[in-house]
């Protein structure tokens, strides 16, 4: 029973060190977290936020002509690892007799 006894204490004592050195602590500190720090309600800038800048090249790939042809030629480049299926566009109708037109755009990062 002791060793039961013993253990308990052992993790109580672990858990109290753990809440006694949490910002979050039950106990009065010297020095209060940052997070509960009363603000002085002056406007804060925002950090500033850049996006990453890439040298890139694109290149659109346009397919005219009858549905069939543009599905092949689209099925072929997926076929040799050149373009995804889905990285085309739908073939849609462009006004002439049982033509189609499908746009696919590839970009690549300059070194």
């Not at 977290?33 to 659109?60: C, D, K």
């Amino acid at each position: 029973m002791s060793g039961i006894i013993l253990w308990s204490s052992f993790w109580l004592r672990l858990i109290w060190e753990v809440l006694e050195s949490s910002p979050f602590s039950l106990t009065p500190k010297t020095e209060t977290p940052v997070m509960l720090q009363a603000s002085t309600g002056a406007a804060q800038p925002a950090p500033e936020f850049r996006l990453p800048s890439f040298n890139q090249e694109a290149v659109r790939h346009i397919l005219l002509g009858d549905y069939g042809a543009l599905m092949e030629a689209i099925n072929r480049m997926a076929v040799l690892g050149y373009c995804e299926r889905i990285a085309w566009s739908e073939p849609l109708p462009t006004g002439r007799n049982g033509e189609f037109i499908s746009v696919m755009t590839r970009r690549r990062t300059l070194p």
